[in-house]
Nanobody, 121 residues
Framework: QVQLVESGGGLVQPGGSLRLSCAAS????????MTWYRQAPGKQREMVAD???????NYVDSVKGRFTISRDNAKNTVYLQMNSLKPEDTAVYYC???????????????WGQGTQVTVSS
């Protein structure tokens, strides 16, 4: 009943910037945390950035100072502004949301299908 759609990925040179967006749609009463994950070939998926419904953020050490996560609760959308990109940032980036669909306190986890980010000269 809920769909997450990512956008904004692409090819960028080292030092460049990209802004990822993830919009949630469907039957939504409330969204708790929204998170960006990434997975490079041959490596495990890792949490990149997380933001609570109240706007509290957390980042993996490798992106601190370069990436900024934000959200627009009115639009059920989370963003990831990525600056000073490095080749090691190359990965498929996935959006995650913990969604409450009704007034009952039951949450469901949803994942987007991913968007490719490639950092190369």
């Amino acid at each position: 009943q809920v769909q997450l759609v990512e956008s904004g990925g692409g090819l960028v040179q080292p030092g460049g910037s990209l802004r990822l967006s993830c919009a949630a749609s469907g039957t939504i009463f409330s969204i708790n945390a929204m998170t960006w994950y990434r997975q490079a070939p041959g490596k495990q998926r890792e949490m990149v950035a997380d933001i609570t419904s109240g706007g509290i953020t957390n980042y993996v050490d490798s992106v601190k100072g370069r990436f900024t996560i934000s959200r627009d609760n009115a639009k059920n959308t989370v963003y990831l502004q990525m600056n000073s990109l490095k080749p090691e940032d190359t990965a498929v980036y996935y959006c995650y949301a913990d969604v409450q669909k009704t007034t009952w306190p039951i949450f469901n986890a949803y994942w987007g299908q991913g968007t490719q980010v490639t950092v190369s000269s």
